[in-house]
């Protein structure tokens, strides 16, 4: 019954991270739509264009690491459900190694371009 149950959550996790990934992916085209369109605006003052661009990181719970007049530098750590539930098929004690490796890794680094709206996932 465990090895059933430990299989189950292999087969969600790996269904869950295919999922992850490709939300992630629209997740990100839409805040590039976003930033060009904010970008593109020529009725907004540039410091109107700047409060609404860190407004929209910090409301995603982006960390705001360096803003300066031509570049945004922002980042977050990501907890993955999926590989979670893949960790955690490994007999439950992954869970644990998955949880120290999330507290140990680097958030992801997103680098904005606030001249023209495009961001670079570096």
Do not use: C, H
Not at 2 to 27: C, D, P, Q, S
């Amino acid at each position: 019954m465990t090895l059933l149950f430990l299989f189950v959550a292999a087969a969600a996790g790996i269904v869950v991270l295919v999922y992850e990934r490709r939300l992630k992916k629209e997740n990100l085209a839409r805040l590039q739509d976003y930033l060009i369109q904010v970008v593109s605006d020529t009725r907004l003052p540039g410091r109107e264009k700047m409060i609404r661009i860190m407004d929209l990181f910090r409301q995603n719970n982006y960390k705001i690491e360096e803003a300066k007049s031509e570049k945004l530098v922002v980042s977050r750590r990501e907890f993955g459900v999926g590989a979670a539930l893949l960790w955690f098929s490994a007999a439950g004690i992954g869970l644990l190694v998955y949880l120290i490796y999330y507290f140990l890794k680097k958030p992801e680094t997103l680098y904005i371009d606030l001249r023209t709206g495009m961001i670079d996932a570096a």
